[in-house]
Every structure is written in structure tokens, then in C-alpha cells.
């Protein structure tokens, strides 16, 4: 079956996915590239619903329950953007995606790996990123970039180091993953970003 391309951005706090993975849509669409821009979790309404509990809810959540509503998030907008979008040969590119899960919940919350990836599976219906950018930068200097106060960015240096290695890991298993240095400069990265698109995906 033809498909679009499913590019994802990655990264730990202040990494400046957001902004490059807007940057590499709006490249894509200007060159005449069928797109779609969305984030996790999110994007649908039942996924915003869940992304606001999941960055601001006051009380603990238990891991295992975290767990579960990402999930629930990421099954949503698979079935209700991603997968017909893709169908349609649409380029998705998306900020963030399963491998966050993972990084975040598996090494940076120590909750059981096997557990994620077979749960990533059933959201995504198999579905896995053509190419994902792993933007790494030094947990330090990402916090302090970070102008976020969600639940996940307020966590201490010692759980954002644990995702940076779960990270780096990550992109020692999986052929999709490329890792981009953090530089200073907006269009410096957008440079190199495009320069590895364009040569990985044949555009």
C-alpha cells in the first residue's frame, strides 16, 4: 500500500523540537508536499482533553495510569489523523510520538520497557516513524531554556538526565532515528534538518 511519510521530532526539555518541526511542515508545504502538522499528546479533542490532565493536574498520577492515558491519547489521533492522513499520502510530521513515552516514562520514570513498546504497538497500529530527528542537548542547559511549568518539566535534573540517555538509547535501536546535535540558531538546524530529509526520504 502507498503511504505518506511519518517524520517525528524528539527530544528532551528546551530542545527546540517544536519549533523545528513547525519550520520542516511549513519547507514541506511550500514545496508543494501534501502535509500535517500535530503533537503528543494531543491534537484531537479527545487527546487535548487528555494532554491538559496529563501537564496540569494538581494531584499524583499513578505511573501505571500515566502510562495508560498517553496511550489513549496516541491511540486516538492514530486512528482519527495520523493513519488516514498517511493513506491519503500525506506527510505527517509530528512533535513527539511513542519514542517519548519510552525516554520518559520508561527510563526517566523506570517503569518497565517491554510494557511501553508493546503498548506503542497497539496504539499506533504498528505504525512506525520513516525518519525521526532526536534533537540532544544537555539536560541543564534545556531546563533552563524550558519556559514550560508543566508536571513533566518541573521534575528534577537526575529524571531529565535518565531521558536524555533513554533517548540515545533509542536511537542505537531503531534505523529511523538520527540525532542532531543542539545549536544555537533557528536556521542553522533547519538547515541540516532539511539536508538529511531531503537525502533519507528521496525528496
Known amino acids: 500500500m502507498t503511504k505518506g511519510n511519518y517524520i517525528v521530532f524528539e527530544g528532551g526539555e528546551g530542545c527546540g523540537k517544536s519549533t523545528q518541526s513547525f519550520y520542516l511542515n511549513k519547507y514541506l508545504f511550500e514545496k508543494g508536499i ?19 490532565k496529563l501537564l496540569n493536574f494538581k494531584d499524583e498520577i499513578d505511573p501505571l495510569t500515566e502510562l495508560f492515558l498517553f496511550e489513549a491519547g496516541r491511540s486516538d489521533l492514530f486512528k482519527k489523523e495520523i493513519i488516514p492522513s498517511l ?28 510494557w511501553i513498546k ?3 504497538r497497539l496504539a499506533t497500529r504498528g505504525i512506525k516513524p520513516d525518519l525521526t530527528f532526536i534533537i540532544d542537548i544537555d539536560p541543564k542547559r534545556g531546563l533552563m531554556k524550558e519556559i ?7 521534575k528534577g535534573l537526575e529524571y531529565h538526565q535518565r531521558v536524555r540517555e ?12 538520527v540525532i542532531i546535535p ?16 531531503k537525502k533519507r526520504l528521496n525528496l
Open 87 to 114: 493513506e491519503q499520502e500525506k506527510t505527517i510530521v509530528s512533535d513527539r510520538s511513542g519514542y517519548s513515552t519510552i525516554a520518559y516514562q520508561g527510563y526517566g520514570g523506570k517503569m518497565d520497557l517491554d
Open 34 to 52: 501534501p502535509c500535517k502538522r500535530v503533537h503528543e499528546p494531543g491534537y484531537t479533542p479527545l487527546a487535548s482533553e487528555i494532554r491538559e
Open 118 to 120: 508493546k503498548l506503542n
Open 148 to 154: 514550560s511549568s508543566n508536571r513533566f518539566a518541573q
Open 166 to 177: 533513554g533517548f540515545l538509547e533509542i536511537a542505537k535501536e531503531n534505523s529511523d532515528c
Open 182 to 197: 543542539y545549536i544555537e540558531g533557528i536556521e542553522k538546524m533547519q538547515g541540516i534538518i532539511r539536508d538529511i530529509t
